[in-house]
């Protein structure tokens, strides 16, 4: 197994900041809009950005939701191991709402078809968009593409991309695994 480094924790912290800026752009004051990210590494992403939007660009207090897909995903029968559910923690109503789905990495589209079913259950958005760290180009399964991205990366099948949090891993990086 190799694992070479494709972005390091400064890249993180420059494409971050970019990200963030996107968002302002689009959703100027965040007033009658919600991060959702999706567990569990989704998380990670969303709430670094929050963090950014409200400390560093002083934007008001910004809505912040989880979402679990596990009993969402449409292969979720085929595995023989328990499945172990992540908590989803939507305080809040989405009727109307601009939603923002964050995540780590967009490789097949499943995870976000998935999540795009379990919204569901909190209402009708007016508009779901899309933020990820990593797009992996060329690898979709569905026609769902990202609204916005911190890096495209060309991978193939056995090759993998990890994304590393500090709150999770001790430093931020991403990283491209070959087994
Ligand atoms: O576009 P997709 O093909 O759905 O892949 C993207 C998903 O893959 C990863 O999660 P993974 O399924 O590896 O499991 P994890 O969330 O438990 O880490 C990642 O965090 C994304 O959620
Ligand atoms: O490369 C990949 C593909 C799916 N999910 C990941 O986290 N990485």
Redesign the pocket.
Known sequence: MSQKVLLTAQEVTIILHRLACQLIEKHSDFSNTILVG?????VFLAERLKRILEQEYKTPAIALGYLD?TFF?DDFRRTDKPLEA?KTKINFIVENKKVIFI????????????ALTAIQSFGRPSVIELL?LVD?RF???LP?QPDYRGRQVDAINNE?VK?SWKEQEGEDGVYLITS
């Open positions: 999706i567990q569990p590494r989704g897909i995903r992540n995540d780590d990495v967009l490789y097949t589209g499943r995870s976000i078809r998935s990820v992996r690898s979709r399964h769902i993998k994304v």
